[in-house]
Nanobody, 123 residues
Framework: QVQLVESGGGLVQAGGSLRLSCAAS????????MGWFRQAPGQEREFVSA????????NYADSVKGRFTISRDNAKNTVYLQMNSLKPEDTAIYYC????????????????WGQGTQVTVSS
């Protein structure tokens, strides 16, 4: 069983920065990709970013391109999401996810999910 635990969320003013972390534990962990998704109240969970576990490719939603950066530390089984120039519309619960076999921006392709961490951006 794979467990994902997010941390690093919080309250920040518009224009500020946060770094989210997602630590994976459990049985031998070797996903094909890791992703970040977010869900605002009353809205669908949406794709934010994903990275291949090899680190050779990363993908971003248009809404966060140029502001967010995804990275991973394979030795620590940890994925990060550096969020800069935050906007009030970035306010959401951010979820980390892992896919054993897919390289995808679709939430249905991810088998493992963390519990989420709240990010609130004030104007």
């Amino acid at each position: 069983q794979v467990q994902l635990v997010e941390s690093g969320g919080g309250l920040v003013q518009a224009g500020g920065s946060l770094r989210l972390s997602c630590a994976a534990s459990g049985r031998t962990f070797s996903p094909r990709s890791m992703g970040w998704f977010r869900q605002a109240p009353g809205q669908e969970r949406e794709f934010v970013s994903a990275i291949k576990w090899s680190g050779l490719s990363a993908n971003y939603a248009d809404s966060v391109k140029g502001r967010f950066t995804i990275s991973r530390d394979n030795a620590k089984n940890t994925v990060y999401l550096q969020m800069n120039s935050l906007k009030p519309e970035d306010t959401a619960i951010y979820y980390c996810a892992a896919s054993q076999s897919s390289w995808s921006s679709r939430k249905f392709d991810y088998e493992y999910w963390g519990q989420g961490t709240q990010v609130t951006v004030s104007s």
